[in-house]
C-alpha cells in the first residue's frame, strides 16, 4: 500500500467504527495535494462500498468558523449517499466520535457547473436551496487537527439534513438564522457570513471540483459552510436550524 492509501484506511475505518486517531501530521509534512489525494482514496472505499457520490461540503467558508478551529483556508469535501440523514430523524451518537452541528444552506444543481463561472452563471445552474445542517466529527482526537489533517479526513464531514427545497429566486444573501438545541438558541447568524454571500461559496465549490478533475454534476448537492460556530451534541436533544424565509431542518439525537 502507498502511504496515501494508508491514510484513507486509517480514516475511513475510523469514521466506520468510531474511533478516534491520533493526528499524523503535526510537522506540517504533508502537502495539500497529498492530503486531498488521501481524501479520495478514503472516499473512493466507500464508493466501492456502495455509497454513491452525492456533492460537495465546503468548510471554512465562514469567519466564525475559521476563527473556531484556528483555520483560514477554505476547504472542501466530498459528500456520499450515507452522509444523508432524513430530515426530523434521529442519529445514533455511538455512531459518531464526538460529533457536532453546524447550520448551514444547501444548494441541489440542475444543470453540470464547469470551474470557471461567475455568481450570475453558478445561480443559473441551482434547481433549488434549502436550509441544512451538517454534522461534523472530526476523527482526530480532541477535534483537533492541521489543515492537511483535516482535508485528509474528508472536513470533518458526517452527516447532512436538509429541509424543505425553495425556488433560488428567493433572496438568500443575508437570511437570518438560528441554531436551536432543545428549543433554546445556541446560535445566531446569517447566511452572509458564508463568503459575504452563500453563492460565493457555490463558486468556490464549482472551482476547488473542477480543479479537482470531479466538475460539479446536475443533481449534486453543494453544502455552502457553516455560518455559525458548531456546537457539540448529546444523546437526548433536538437539533434544528431556523432559517428566515427558508424554514427549518432539524434532527434529533438517539443513544
Ligand atoms: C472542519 C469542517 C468545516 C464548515 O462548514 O466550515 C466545515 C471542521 O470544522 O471540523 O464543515
Ligand atoms: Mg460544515
Not at 475505518?13 to 493526528?23: G, T
Not at 455509497?51 to 456520499?80: H, P, Y
Not at 451518537?93 to 457536532?100: C, G, I, K, L, M
Not at 437526548?236 to 424554514?247: A, F, I, P
Amino acid at each position: 500500500m502507498t502511504v496515501h492509501s494508508e491514510y484513507a484506511k486509517l480514516l475511513d475505518d475510523a469514521a466506520r467504527h468510531a474511533h478516534e486517531v491520533a493526528q499524523f501530521d503535526t510537522d506540517n509534512a504533508l502537502s495539500l495535494e497529498a492530503a486531498y489525494a488521501i481524501q479520495a482514496a478514503s472516499i473512493a472505499r466507500r464508493i466501492e462500498r456502495g455509497e454513491r457520490r452525492v456533492g460537495v461540503k465546503m468548510g471554512f467558508t465562514s469567519r466564525a468558523k475559521m476563527v473556531q478551529m484556528g483555520l483560514s483556508d477554505v476547504i472542501w469535501g466530498r459528500l456520499t449517499s450515507a452522509m444523508q440523514i432524513e430530515e426530523g430523524s434521529s442519529i445514533a451518537f455511538s455512531r459518531y466520535v464526538h460529533p457536532r452541528v453546524e447550520p448551514e444552506i444547501a444548494f441541489v444543481l440542475k444543470r453540470d457547473l464547469p470551474g470557471d463561472v461567475t455568481g450570475p452563471q453558478a445561480l443559473a445552474a441551482v434547481e433549488a436551496i434549502a436550509p441544512a445542517l451538517e454534522v461534523i466529527d472530526s476523527r482526530y482526537k480532541d477535534f483537533k487537527f492541521t489543515l492537511p489533517e483535516v482535508i485528509a479526513d474528508n472536513a470533518s464531514s458526517s452527516g447532512f439534513v436538509i429541509g424543505a427545497w425553495h425556488s433560488p429566486s428567493t433572496d438568500f444573501a443575508n437570511l437570518g438564522l438560528t441554531l436551536d438545541i432543545d428549543g433554546r438558541t445556541v446560535q445566531v447568524g446569517s447566511t452572509a457570513a458564508l463568503l459575504g454571500h452563500p453563492l460565493r461559496s457555490l463558486v468556490a465549490a464549482a472551482r476547488l471540483s473542477a480543479q479537482a478533475g470531479e466538475p460539479l454534476k446536475a443533481g449534486w448537492l453543494v453544502m455552502a459552510g457553516g455560518a455559525t460556530p458548531a456546537e457539540w451534541i448529546k444523546p437526548g436533544q433536538y437539533v434544528s436550524v431556523q432559517m428566515e424565509k427558508l424554514g427549518s431542518a432539524g434532527l434529533s439525537v438517539g443513544g
